[in-house]
Nanobody, 120 residues
Framework: QVQLVESGGGLVQAGGSLRLSCAAS????????MGWFRQAPGKEREFVGA??????YYADSVKGRFTISRDNAKNTVYLQMNSLKPEDTAVYYC???????????????WGQGTQVTVSS
């Protein structure tokens, strides 16, 4: 079992930045691929990015603005979000799974989510 807890969400103006954290507990964190997803009201869940050992990769919608990193010593993965846009408004979730894919079904463990609201 892996427990995931996101934090760091909030309200920010367009063009601003936020850093989300996802703290993991339970089984060995370093062995999991970690993904970030988001879901806006009335929309389907959307892949944001993922990381395992190699370089992270991102959805086109956030590439160049968002950065994923992980600190295995702290059992934490981060999502640094810069140049935020109103369309980035969503609940952001971290997830753990065996492979760093863009498909949410490949992740077996999910956090509760943290709200990010970007005002125009």
């Amino acid at each position: 079992q892996v427990q995931l807890v996101e934090s760091g969400g909030g309200l920010v103006q367009a063009g601003g930045s936020l850093r989300l954290s996802c703290a993991a507990s339970g089984r060995t964190f370093s062995g999991y691929a970690m993904g970030w997803f988001r879901q806006a009201p009335g929309k389907e869940r959307e892949f944001v990015g993922a990381i395992v050992w190699a370089a992270p990769y991102y959805a086109d919608s956030v590439k160049g603005r968002f950065t994923i990193s992980r600190d295995n010593a702290k059992n934490t993965v981060y999502l640094q979000m810069n140049s935020l846009k109103p369309e980035d408004t969503a609940v952001y979730y971290c997830a753990a799974g065996p492979r760093p894919t863009g498909n949410g079904r490949d992740y077996g463990y999910w956090g509760q989510g943290t709200q990010v609201t970007v005002s125009s």
